[in-house]
């Protein structure tokens, strides 16, 4: 079945630091990723996605490449700011499915200090 | 456009009681969701509709009945709460059915069953 693995957490920061999460999947076939942000209290949001081998996601600062060949779909900032304190969840949803059934990490919670 | 709703944000229940959580989506999505979010599990599927009338399983059904007469509404009833249905549970909806659509996320029931 399909899985996703990524970095446990907490990560702490400061700020203006760079940010890397780490995120790797299984799959059975060729799966959109996806990279999503929960603030505290909120519900999950779309930070970023890419849906073939190659494709780069970007959004807010944050950046992820669709790595086939290593089966990864690392996350990362240059900068990152107080705001930034979150859950972050990568996710495949693989495609021919029924449905665009999620598959989730984790989560990595990350906090950024002033 | 309010999004994804649901109601109630906090629920607490004894062990056996039944209740039933809403979930409301005006965005005129096909596809709505539930998903249980548990500490370093991530969020995994319940049950999922692809549209009015259509239902199905996903990773954790077991104790969970869902229905779907509307496009707007997605209810998730539990008809004899256990503890181990303690959990936050979140409602999602998509405009499509493809892998690559992105999932819109209700800001979340916390259910706690004592």
């Known amino acids: 079945g399909n899985s996703v693995t990524q970095m446990e957490g907490p990560v702490t920061l400061s700020e203006e630091a760079f940010l890397t999460i780490n995120c790797t ?3 059975t ?3 959109s990723l996806f990279w999503y942000v929960q603030y505290p209290g909120e519900g999950l949001q779309l ?3 890419a849906t073939k081998a190659d494709d780069k996601g970007s959004n807010k600062g944050f950046e992820a490449t669709y790595r086939k060949e290593t ?3 690392h996350l990362e900032k240059g900068s990152v700011q107080v705001s930034d304190s979150a859950v972050y969840f990568c996710a495949l949803s693989e495609k ?3 449905g665009n059934k999620l598959t989730f990490g984790g989560g ?3 906090l950024v200090k002033p | 456009n309010a999004g994804v709703t649901q109601t109630p944000k906090f629920q607490v229940l004894k ?3 039944s209740m039933t959580l809403q979930c409301a989506q005006d965005m005129n999505h096909e596809y709505m969701s539930w998903y249980r979010q548990d500490p370093g599990m991530g969020l995994r599927l319940i049950h999922y509709s692809v549209g009015a009338g259509i239902t199905d399983q996903g990773e954790v059904p077991n104790g969970y009945n869902v229905s779907r007469s509307t496009t707007e509404d997605f209810p998730l009833r539990l008809l004899s709460a256990a503890p181990s249905q303690t959990s936050v549970y979140f409602c999602a909806s998509s405009p ?3 892998s690559s659509y992105e999932q819109y996320f209700g800001p979340g029931t916390r259910l706690t069953v004592t």
């Open chain 2, 96 to 98: 499509g059915t493809g």
């Open chain 1, 108 to 110: 990595t919670r990350v």
């Open chain 2, 15 to 17: 062990t056996g009681q």
């Open chain 1, 96 to 98: 021919g499915t029924a």
């Open chain 1, 71 to 73: 089966t990864s779909f």
């Open chain 1, 29 to 31: 076939g060729y799966p």
């Open chain 1, 47 to 49: 930070l970023l996605k």
């Open chain 1, 25 to 27: 999947y299984t799959a």
